[in-house]
């Protein structure tokens, strides 16, 4: 597998910017998988800003819950692909969980991402995340559920990764 760079920071510091520029930098065929639901008109405005700001060279792939189908799906056809959100994601799968089971969510995806690290996929990935633990605690249970399971994913991502960059007020900070 090419390099897995995982890119994070605050909302709105730059992240998906970053990501994409670099990975415009990097290849020809680029894919970038939007895990975003354009479930009301704001978010639907954002998803149309997103997608203007990548351009028609980009190819999009919108997937809110199967990562790594979609990612199954792209070997051979592109050589950059740019996974945004992995937040959102999670905000997806905890949303539509049945049972609250934390630990089920928690080995899915847990599962998901060491099939990633084994994964013989072909192109450089950007994996996009939040930072979302430098605030306050969360005053509600589903909140700080959220809040602890996007920390544990960011770190076992971090650790699958080639390179970690911190994105600060749109600054690349090389972590790893």
């Not at 680029?30 to 895990?35: G, Q, S």
């Amino acid at each position: 597998m090419a390099d897995i760079i995982f890119v994070t920071g605050g909302a709105k510091s730059g992240k998906s910017s970053y990501a994409i520029t670099e990975a415009e930098t990097i290849g020809r065929k680029p894919v970038y998988i939007a895990t975003a639901e354009p479930l009301d008109d704001e978010m639907k405005d954002r998803i149309d800003i997103h997608r203007k700001e990548r351009g028609s060279h980009w190819t999009t792939i919108e997937e809110a819950i199967d990562l790594e189908g979609a990612l199954s799906e792209l070997n051979s056809r592109y050589d950059v692909a740019v996974i945004d959100c992995i937040t959102l994601w999670l905000s997806n799968l905890l949303c539509r969980r049945n049972d609250g089971d934390k630990a089920d969510l928690y080995a899915s995806v847990s599962g998901m991402l060491g099939r990633l690290k084994d994964a013989d996929i072909d192109m450089t990935l950007y994996i996009v995340s939040n930072e979302v633990g430098m605030g306050i605690v969360p005053e509600n249970a589903l909140a700080r559920e959220f809040r602890d399971l996007s920390g544990k994913v960011n770190r076992m991502i971090a650790d699958i990764a080639d390179h970690v960059v911190l994105i600060v007020s749109g600054m690349p900070l090389k972590i790893k």
